[in-house]
């Protein structure tokens, strides 16, 4: 989360864009829009399962096995 937002702020900054803070969780402020702070670990989740159910044969299909 650290990263996308350090990205996005230097994205903003570039672009001159306002930044509006967002406040979570009734004491952490975020730069990221609210809608990209809920759908990150939505994606999180999409994708640790896709890793876990399809991804990992993708990944190991193509080793050599050595023994």
């Known amino acids: 989360h650290g990263i ?4 996005y702020l230097n ?3 570039k672009n001159n ?3 509006k ?4 969780w009734s004491d952490k402020v975020c730069a ?5 702070i809920w759908l990150l670990p ?3 989740a999409i994708f640790g399962l ?3 159910f399809w ?10 096995h050595e023994g």
Do not use: C
């Not at 990221?32 to 990209?36: C, E, H, I, Y």
């Not at 991804?55 to 050599?64: A, M």
């Open 4 to 7: 996308i937002e350090m990205i």
């Open 17 to 19: 864009i306002l930044i």
């Open 42 to 44: 939505v994606l999180g």
């Open 32 to 36: 990221l829009p609210l809608w990209l």
């Open 55 to 64: 991804g990992w044969k993708k990944v190991y299909r193509n080793k050599p």
């Open 50 to 52: 896709w890793l876990g």
């Open 11 to 13: 994205w903003a900054e």
């Open 21 to 24: 803070w967002t406040v979570v």
